[in-house]
């Protein structure tokens, strides 16, 4: 049995640094308008899935910015919070067919990120109250919109977390 080399999955292709993000957004827009979320995305479930598909089919494109380990741990979710470090949090979300791109933040919010690449709608989970967010302040600005997309009942990264540990 011969191992043959090969080539790096096409998703990859979707991973973009910080600094290269706002010209590849530019080259979204061709086909419609751009759609932001932000997370952490540590363990991908069925919650996460269905809420980046919605949030897809609100645009052309899926733009996800990942919180950096560093912004994640700032979070308090947990003194071992994320379990997949930024790589593989970034790798993971780069294969689902609805997101378009995968770049990274480091600050506590992506609104410096939002404010660079200006997507035309930003797009939150239904457990934030979109009308105090600085970020939703920004995209209406400048003419975008917001919106929030109710969660999955039932699906929960930090409880998916404390079943595993259970046991």
């Known amino acids: 049995m011969t191992v043959s080399t090969l080539p790096a999955p096409a998703f990859l292709s979707k991973l973009v640094s910080r ?11 061709a086909h419609g308008p751009v759609v932001f979320t932000n997370g952490v995305f540590d363990v991908l479930h069925r919650g996460h899935a269905s809420y980046l598909a919605q949030a897809r089919a609100l645009g052309g494109s899926l733009v996800v910015a990942l919180n950096s380990d560093a912004s994640a741990r700032r979070l308090g979710k947990g003194p071992d919070r994320p379990l997949n470090n930024e790589a593989d949090r ?5 294969a689902l067919e609805s997101v378009s791109l995968v770049t990274w933040f480091d600050e506590d919010t992506p609104l410096e990120l939002i404010t660079e690449l200006r997507p035309d709608v930003l797009v939150k989970g239904g457990d934030y109250d979109m009308s105090q967010l600085a ?4 995209v209406l600005a400048y003419g975008g919109r917001a919106q929030a997309i109710p969660f999955v009942d039932g699906y929960s990264t930090t409880a998916l977390v404390k079943k595993i540990r259970q046991g």
């Open 19 to 29: 600094a290269d993000a706002p010209t590849r957004v530019a080259a979204l827009r």
């Open 135 to 138: 970020e939703t302040h920004v």
């Open 90 to 94: 970034a790798a993971l979300m780069a």
